[in-house]
């Protein structure tokens, strides 16, 4: 099993930036695909980023690509989310997602465990 632990989230004007990180447990962090999903409020859960267990390849959203960008280090277990050019509408709560033993990392992807989540504001 693996544990999630966002950070990063919080207040920001539209067309800034902010910078989400979920630290992982355990020794095996890179058996994992991971992903990031977002939740706005009375909306349902929804995919926004995924990277390979290498971190060599990505997959985005339409909504999200060419601003934000997912990064992984599997010696510090970390997987990060940099969110530029931020949007009213990118407000939402974001959760760190892991898929183990996973060669895929869209939004089809099976994703076994989460994060309890870190909150994104933007405001105009």
């Known amino acids: 099993q693996v544990q999630l632990v966002e950070s990063g989230g919080g207040l920001v004007q539209a067309g800034g930036s902010l910078r989400l990180s979920c630290a992982a447990s355990g020794r095996t962090f890179s058996r994992y695909a991971m992903g990031w999903f977002r939740q706005a409020p009375a909306k349902e859960r929804q995919f926004v980023a995924g990277?390979?267990?290498?971190?060599?390849?990505?997959y985005y959203a339409d909504s999200v690509k060419g601003r934000f960008t997912i990064s992984r280090d599997n010696v510090r277990n970390t997987v990060s989310l940099q969110m530029n050019s931020l949007k009213p509408e990118d407000t939402a709560v974001y959760y760190c997602?892991?898929?183990?033993?996973?060669?895929?990392?869209?939004?089809?992807?099976?994703?076994?465990?989460w994060g309890q989540g870190t909150e994104v504001t933007v405001s105009s």
């Open positions: 997602a892991a898929a183990s033993e996973s060669y895929t990392y869209g939004p089809r992807t099976q994703f076994d465990y």
């Open positions: 990277i390979s267990r290498s971190g060599l390849s990505s």
